[in-house]
């Protein structure tokens, strides 16, 4: 079963790059802070919170905010803000990219 998952993690992944590389993205890299300083990024993702509070279709924002969560640990947060993003625009490569990242660093999380 686990041989399975990772079989099937690694076709997504291979998949999603491909469609990322045809594709391009268009997603801004947020200058994250240092993953071990939680204050400065539960303050970016607050920050970041504001901006999609006002706008909940924001795609960037909502990307970024993953970005800070996954960076944070918090990985079911961006999953969801990741499946968020899906949603509204289901054809963007570079999510199910990061999606593909994010259930990786979960069985891999999962077997230490």
């Known amino acids: ?10 076709k997504m992944i291979f998949i999603s790059v491909f469609l990322f590389a045809a594709c391009g993205s268009e997603k801004k ?26 706008n ?24 969801a803000d990741l499946q968020a993003i899906l949603a509204i625009d289901s054809s963007d490569a570079m999510v199910y990219f990061t999606l593909g990242r994010n259930c990786l660093f979960y069985t891999y999380d999962a077997s230490d």
Do not use: G
């Open 29 to 54: 890299q947020t200058n994250l802070p240092d993953s071990k300083d939680s204050t400065a990024n539960a303050n970016l993702a607050r920050e970041i919170s504001k901006e999609i509070e006002n």
């Open 1 to 10: 079963m686990k041989m399975h998952l990772i079989a099937s993690l690694q």
């Open 56 to 79: 909940p279709t924001n795609t960037e924002a909502l990307y970024r905010r993953a970005q800070v969560y996954f960076n944070s640990k918090y990985l079911s947060r961006a999953e």
